[in-house]
Nanobody
Framework: QVQLVESGGGSVQAGGSLRLSCAASGISFSSNNIMGWFRQAPGKERDFVAAISWGGGATYYADSVKGRFTISRDIAKRTVSLQMNMLKPEDTAVYYC??????????????????WGQGTQVTISS
């Protein structure tokens, strides 16, 4: 059974930091696997935030988070983390971890992510 479990969400003031983690199990962690973070703000569509290739560790970011967020993976622990710094009120959203186990399509294309976590709330106050 595939499980993606996010943790680390919470509420902080603008300018603060949070670190999200995603613990994955039941997934084939081949080098093709792409792990991604997406977010959905109230009343908006779910958007791509960041992704990392499990094999080579290549990283990808949405323009809105470049220079502030860092995605990383721990191969031994099978976790993916998202370090979020210099947070802004517009970063407020539910953040989802997702897996594209075959590495298909472009990293921002949500349709190719087969497995999703339940989401964790991030709230940034001004």
């Amino acid at each position: 059974q595939v499980q993606l479990v996010e943790s680390g969400g919470g509420s902080v003031q603008a300018g603060g930091s949070l670190r999200l983690s995603c613990a994955a199990s039941g997934i084939s962690f081949s080098s093709n696997n792409i792990m991604g973070w997406f977010r959905q703000a109230p009343g908006k569509e779910r958007d791509f935030v960041a992704a990392i290739s499990w094999g080579g560790g290549a990283t990808y970011y949405a323009d809105s988070v470049k220079g502030r967020f860092t995605i990383s993976r721990d191969i031994a622990k099978r976790t993916v983390s998202l370090q979020m710094n210099m947070l802004k009120p517009e970063d407020t959203a539910v953040y989802y971890c997702a897996s594209n186990p075959r590495g298909l399509g472009y990293v921002v294309w949500q349709a190719y992510y087969e497995y999703w976590g339940q989401g964790t709330q991030v709230t940034i106050s001004s």
